[in-house]
Each structure stands twice: as structure tokens, then as C-alpha cells.
């Protein structure tokens, strides 16, 4: 399974930005996409999550109320919908996916490579 992040990018204060993630590859079910991001000299620290099945949300204490993560079920496709963002909120942004790869019979998280997002004042 791969994940391909895009999105990110400059954005003034106040500002808003939208991101997205495609998951591909073979014989896979999705159970829940995510969104952690990592700020500079800080741990990787979990945003936002969907359940792909109910469509249930979830969002940290830092997001919620700004940020909004959908997800498009045809397209295998995530997205967080970013909003009134601050210098807090610069940080590399990383999909998630937690997946069952039904060859095996095994479910595994998967990581996308990143995106940077940079909030500036």
C-alpha cells in the first residue's frame, strides 16, 4: 500500500490550506485514515482520523473546530480541510492508514512520506 500526500504549502496566518492523500495498490481494505503532523524538534503527534466504513471522526484537542478530515471512498482518497491555521500549526503532515491486506490476512498501518506546511505570521 502506498500513501501520496500533497497539499502542502505557505500559507499566511489565518489562512486556509486543504490536503490530501491517495492510497493505492492491491487487495486492500481500509479501516481508518489519519493525519499526524510533526512540528520542528517535536515528537509526531496525531491530528485527525476518519473510519472508513461509518465515516466516524476524530480530532485532537489542537484541531477541532478548524480542521476537517473527509474522505472519499470511490477515489481511496483522504483529506484535511485546514482552516483559520497559526504558526502553531506548521509542521510536516503525515497520512496514515490502517489496513488489512487480505493476502495475508494481517492489518498493518502504512505511513505516507509527508507534506510540509508552513504557517506564516
Known amino acids: 500500500v502506498q500513501l501520496q500526500a500533497s497539499g502542502g504549502g505557505l500559507v499566511q496566518a489565518g489562512g486556509s490550506r486543504r490536503l490530501s492523500c491517495i492510497a493505492s495498490?492491491?487487495?486492500?481494505?481500509?479501516?481508518?485514515l489519519a493525519w499526524f503532523r510533526q512540528a520542528p524538534g517535536k515528537g509526531r503527534e496525531f491530528a485527525a482520523a476518519i473510519r472508513y466504513g461509518t465515516s466516524a471522526t476524530y480530532y485532537s484537542d489542537s484541531v477541532k473546530g478548524r480542521f476537517t478530515i473527509s474522505r472519499d471512498n470511490a477515489k481511496n482518497t483522504v483529506y484535511l480541510q485546514m482552516n483559520s491555521l497559526d504558526s502553531e500549526d506548521t509542521a510536516t503532515y503525515y497520512c496514515?492508514?490502517?489496513?488489512?491486506?487480505?493476502?495475508?490476512?494481517?492489518?498493518?498501518?502504512?505511513w505516507g512520506k509527508g507534506t510540509q506546511v508552513t504557517v506564516s505570521s
Open positions: 496514515n492508514a490502517n489496513v488489512r491486506l487480505n493476502r495475508y490476512g494481517i492489518v498493518m498501518d502504512f
Open positions: 495498490g492491491r487487495s486492500f481494505n481500509i479501516y481508518t
